[in-house]
């Protein structure tokens, strides 16, 4: 039979900084339409292998196919041009910006001048349309509270048609309505066939929303598993445990 379509595999990645390896040999994939959770403790690994993927970090060994073909951005930017975006830990959206301005810099028609505001705004619309979203387009980021702005974020990843959207951490900052909110987004996102790889150390978002579950512990992948089949009590043993399996 033919398992479901693979949008990103990483094999045996290895990144190492002076006097830490920070990831070793690590392998995952992430299928298309899946939410994945990316677990592990403080330090294991997470945001490094999420760097690498996206061409933030250079790895040092391994290889990533995307859409099936070996791959190896040179940058974010690139990457997120390819179709893979990171809604970081870290804000990344320009304070002084609109919500539109931000949606829209370094976007191709928007860099080579054809993007008209007329159609800027066209496509602003269509995506609060298609998702439900709503903000005001002329509004300056540093207006608007934690939770909006990473709707920003995500609004800025769906107007370039992300297939992948990574999210570091994204509840860090959120309140518990506006964590819904985001996971309402997330199971949208997943109806469209995107995929989200959802780095947490939170287990109850884990059990709520993701399918599959990658550990990682102190740079090494110590197991995968399909969500519907393990429990806390397992998960908290492969995060800080001594046990290592697979599926
Ligand atoms: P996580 O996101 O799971 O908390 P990280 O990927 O941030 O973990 O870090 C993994 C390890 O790599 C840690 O020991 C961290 O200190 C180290 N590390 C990450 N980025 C750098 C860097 N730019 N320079 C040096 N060490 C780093
Ligand atoms: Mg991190």
Do not use: W
């Amino acid at each position: 039979t033919v398992g479901p379509r693979l949008i990103l595999e990483v094999k045996e990645i290895s990144k190492s900084f002076p006097g830490v390896q920070a990831l070793d040999r690590v392998d995952m994939d992430v299928r298309e339409g899946e939410v994945h959770a990316l677990l592990g403790e403080n330090g294991s690994g997470k945001s490094t292998l999420t760097k690498c993927i996206v061409g933030a970090y250079q790895k040092d060994s391994g290889t990533i196919l995307y859409d099936g073909k070996e791959t190896s951005f040179s940058s974010p930017t690139e990457s997120f041009r390819q179709g893979i975006s990171v809604i970081y830990q870290e804000r990344s959206l320009i304070p002084k910006f609109t919500v539109e301005q931000n949606i829209f810099l370094g976007d191709e028609m928007q860099v080579s001048g054809l993007l008209s505001e007329k159609n800027m705004r066209k496509r602003f619309r269509s995506l609060c349309e298609s998702y439900g979203f709503d903000l005001s387009p002329d509004e300056k980021i540093f207006r608007l509270g934690v939770a909006q702005q990473k709707v920003v974020e995500i609004m800025k990843a769906l107007s370039r048609n992300s297939r992948v959207v990574i999210m570091d951490e994204p509840t860090a900052s959120l309140s518990k309505e506006e964590s819904d909110h985001l996971f309402k987004i997330i199971s949208q996102l997943k109806s469209k066939g995107i995929s989200i790889l959802y780095i947490t150390h939170i287990l109850e978002e884990v059990f709520r929303i993701t399918d599959r579950i990658t550990v990682l512990r102190d740079g090494r992948k110590v197991s995968t598993l399909n969500t519907a089949e393990t429990d806390r009590e397992e998960i908290v043993n492969l995060m800080v445990g001594e046990v290592f399996h697979d599926i």
